[in-house]
T-cell receptor
């Protein structure tokens, strides 16, 4: 099966940098994805790493180390609107199967 | 394209009743997923279709749950004999075929969800 672990809560102030870690266990690995969900909203895709290294998309970056079964989401220049839940997700046993999500990290950004 | 549409947005029912949710995915997306989410938790996978074929069902999915995607377009999720523990947000998502767009099946577009309350 698959399992993912991420911190339940993170707090930070506007303008700061925050890193949300994710460790995973899966039989067969087909990439690590990150999703954002605001209160009352639907999850939305942020980034995807299939290979080791850093992927940068604006203020958000995502990192993967397959040998460590570990990844993180880095959020820079935090804004109040970044307050949300962030989920890491991995694909199932075989390519083509569904994403399995972690329990999520609630990020609270204060002024 | 208007994205992934789900109907109804809210459903309140009494225990023991049957409920059905509908999902209309993005038209070019051949993959459709149903997830369930409760407060403070991540989306929990229920089942997944590729075109009209139901390829995977979660082992957590009881026999009271059934999903269909008869023509490979919209999908329905039916819950029979609802229980209070079924109260949750039911999320539908779709994704494009592999090789199209950004990262294919890893990029899910979710609908706004159907919130079920079982009294």
């Amino acid at each position: 099966g698959q399992s993912l672990e991420q911190p339940s809560e993170v707090t930070a102030v506007e303008g700061a940098i925050v890193q949300i870690n994710c460790t995973y266990q899966t039989s067969g690995f087909y990439g690590l994805s990150w999703y954002q969900q605001h209160d009352g909203g639907a999850p939305t895709f942020l980034s995807y790493n299939a290979l080791d290294g850093l992927e940068e998309t604006g203020r958000f970056s995502s990192f993967l180390s397959r040998s460590d079964s570990y990844g993180y989401l880095l959020l820079q220049e935090l804004q109040m609107k970044d307050s949300a839940s962030y989920f890491c997700a991995v694909r199932g046993r075989q390519a083509g199967t569904a994403l399995i999500f972690g329990k999520g990290t609630t990020l609270s950004v204060s002024s | 394209d208007t994205g992934v549409s789900q109907d109804p947005r809210h459903k309140i029912t009494k225990r023991g009743q049957n409920v059905t949710f509908r999902c209309d995915p993005i038209s070019e997306h051949n993959r459709l997923y149903w997830y369930r989410q409760t407060l403070g938790q991540g989306p929990e996978f229920l089942t997944y279709f590729q075109n009209e074929a139901q390829l995977e069902k979660s082992r957590l999915l009881s026999d009271r749950f059934s999903a269909e995607r008869p023509k490979g377009s919209f999908s329905t999720l039916e819950i029979q004999r609802t229980e209070q523990g079924d109260s949750a947000m039911y999320l539908c998502a779709s994704s494009p075929p592999p090789g199209r767009g950004s990262s294919g099946a890893n990029v899910l577009t979710f609908g706004a969800g159907s919130r079920l309350t079982v009294l």
